[in-house]
């Protein structure tokens, strides 16, 4: 048996919609993400599905994301793979905001292409992922894709061959990640996004990227706090999760550099400079949803690695 596991992650980080995305551990050792485990070749492919939040998925494993990104690794490849028996641990809730959809895709092209001897090479491999995870959210987007394939955060570069560039991090910075234990479909949450934005507004969206990218390579902290703001898709998901204004109104009381929808939501995301106010985040989080059973809550730490062989 070989396992592969591929971490959870941050699209958008607030100020750069479509263009960030940061992949997170749990401090606590917490496998937070995805496991695929190949068990052996068969006659047929096969897909046995486990792990705390297995109810989430369709109940016919036909419809899977891993069988369907063995499809299009197959095709990508050009020739007749043997058939496998895996084993799906799902870590994450569907629906999240924490890019559960791009880590099944991500940790199964993967292993995949790891046990089958690297046919494709890394930039194959991230737009392979980044197409199969289009079809779920309605788009090709690679803010989800690239953290949980490389780690780190990632700007992604879409007029550039490079496709994504590494950014720094303050090593100090915790985020503190709570799911409320409620399903928001992607696709539900850019239905409610405005279709143009102003001038006003682009020049806006243009200068808190900018701002926020510089103040890291700056290693200014007070600088990145202040840019991390969102101008596209927070004023059109609030509505999706009213709860935000107040949790964020309560935690930055504290001192907590910043309060966020991670991803499409309704996961909110709680940027700490310390220990203390991530022990803080993660209390008074977890305390907020802990009436569904569903719901987490964990202190993470940048992912320094994407996916991997375990």
């Not at 007749?80 to 895709?105: D, E």
């Not at 090709?140 to 780190?152: F, I, Q, R």
Request: with cysteine.
């Amino acid at each position: 048996m070989k396992s592969y596991f591929a971490p959870a992650s941050t699209g958008n980080f607030s100020v750069g919609f479509d263009l960030l995305g940061a992949a997170f551990e749990a401090v606590d050792g917490t496998l937070l993400g995805d496991e695929l485990q190949i068990l052996g070749e068969a006659d047929s492919m096969s897909l046995e599905l486990a792990g705390r939040y297995v109810h989430q998925l369709p109940g016919d494993s036909n419809d899977n994301l891993v069988l369907t990104s063995f499809y299009a690794f197959e095709q990508k490849v050009g020739r007749s793979l043997p058939r496998l028996n895996l084993r799906l641990v799902k870590h994450l809730p569907v629906g999240s905001g924490l890019g559960s959809s791009a880590c099944s895709i991500v940790v199964a092209c993967y292993a995949f292409n790891d046990y089958f001897g690297k046919p494709l090479s890394e930039r194959e491999l991230l737009e392979l992922t980044a197409v199969c995870e289009g079809g779920v959210s309605g788009g090709v987007h690679y803010d989800n894709v690239a953290p949980s394939l490389h780690g780190g955060l990632q700007l992604m570069l879409p007029e550039s061959p490079l496709l994504y560039r590494k950014l720094p991090w303050f090593s100090h910075w915790q985020v503190v990640l709570s799911y409320p234990g409620t399903v928001l479909s992607t696709k539900a949450a850019r239905a409610v996004l405005p279709q143009q934005l102003t001038l006003k507004h682009s020049i806006q969206f243009a200068g808190t990227v900018a701002r926020f990218v510089a103040a890291l390579y700056s290693e200014d902290e007070t600088e990145a706090f202040a840019a991390l703001k969102d101008v596209v898709a927070e004023p059109a998901r609030t509505p999706l999760i009213p709860e935000l204004p107040a949790i964020r109104a309560a935690l930055m009381a504290q001192g907590i550099g910043h309060v966020g929808i991670s991803g499409a939501g309704p996961t909110l995301f709680a940027l700490c400079s310390t220990p203390e106010q991530a022990a803080f985040a993660r209390d008074y989080l977890a305390a907020h949803y802990e009436k569904n059973a569903d719901a987490m809550t964990h202190i993470c730490q940048l992912a320094t690695t994407g996916a991997r062989a375990l």
